[in-house]
């Protein structure tokens, strides 16, 4: 049994019986902990106590959406990474997906191997930074990140950025003035047997400069078109 599943404690959100009884087989004989909730209301019950490590959510449930519940889950600054399960393939809804607060989807019908994985790179991350020690503050301008209490500011103002989007910005803000190629971000962040669509790179990169960079203040991810990105400031938007 892999060491780091054997602490791991999930929450599986899914309103199809079967569904969840085969998922909590499956998952508890990996060695994980599981609990289980069949609508959104007991979801977001579950989760108050702050017990969860990660979420396996169902896109459409009988009370709220599985979008809904991310958004109040992050409207209230809880970061427990979100595995969404969807049928919906269309771009504007993986967008729709992540934009809530989702830290990954993965569409039905899927295979076992690839949910379990994904739950394994997620945790991987999820440790890391939990076990962080070092407190020294990291900083580039007038940006800065606390790796102990993954406080992030820019120009003294506080930042809420979710476990993959704060990821990505320690990987940049680490190469600052430095160019990080778009495969080396793919594999440090989302892992090395990363299944998704590279597409996905792009969307994070515009979550973080959306929160990064407000009106008035330099801009700070700059695209190196067919390398990567680089952390540096810029130019004010207009």
């Not at 945790?123 to 209490?149: C, F, H, K, M, P």
């Not at 801009?219 to 952390?231: A, D, E, K, N, Y």
Request: glycine share 8%; net charge negative; with cysteine.
């Amino acid at each position: 049994m892999p060491a780091e599943t054997t602490q791991a404690r999930l929450l599986i959100v899914e309103d199809d019986q079967r569904m969840r009884t085969f998922l909590a087989g499956e998952l508890n004989c990996e060695g994980y902990g599981v609990s289980e909730a069949e609508d959104g209301q007991g979801a977001l019950m579950h989760l108050r106590d702050g017990s969860t490590d990660l979420v396996i959510l169902d896109w459409t449930l009988p009370d709220f959406s599985g979008v809904e519940i991310c958004r109040r889950l992050r409207s209230s600054g809880d970061i427990t990474p979100v595995l969404m399960l969807t049928c919906h393939d269309d771009v504007r809804d993986r967008v729709e997906a992540l934009d809530s607060g989702a830290d990954d989807y993965i569409l039905k019908p899927f295979s076992i191997e690839e949910l379990l994985a994904r739950i394994r790179a997620h945790l991987r991350r999820t440790a890391y930074w939990q076990g962080a020690v070092n407190a020294d503050e990291i900083s580039y301008g007038d940006l800065s990140v606390n790796t102990a209490t993954r406080e992030v500011l820019r120009a003294k103002a506080a930042i809420s950025l979710s476990v993959r989007e704060y990821d990505l910005l320690l990987c940049l803000l680490r190469r600052a003035g430095r160019v990080v190629e778009r495969e080396d971000i793919l594999r440090e962040v989302w892992g090395e047997n990363h299944f998704g669509d590279e597409n996905l790179l792009g969307v994070y990169i515009r979550y973080l400069r959306r929160k990064l960079e407000p009106d008035g203040l330099p801009t700070l991810i700059q695209t190196v078109r067919g390398v990567g990105f680089m952390l540096r400031e810029g130019e004010p938007r207009p």
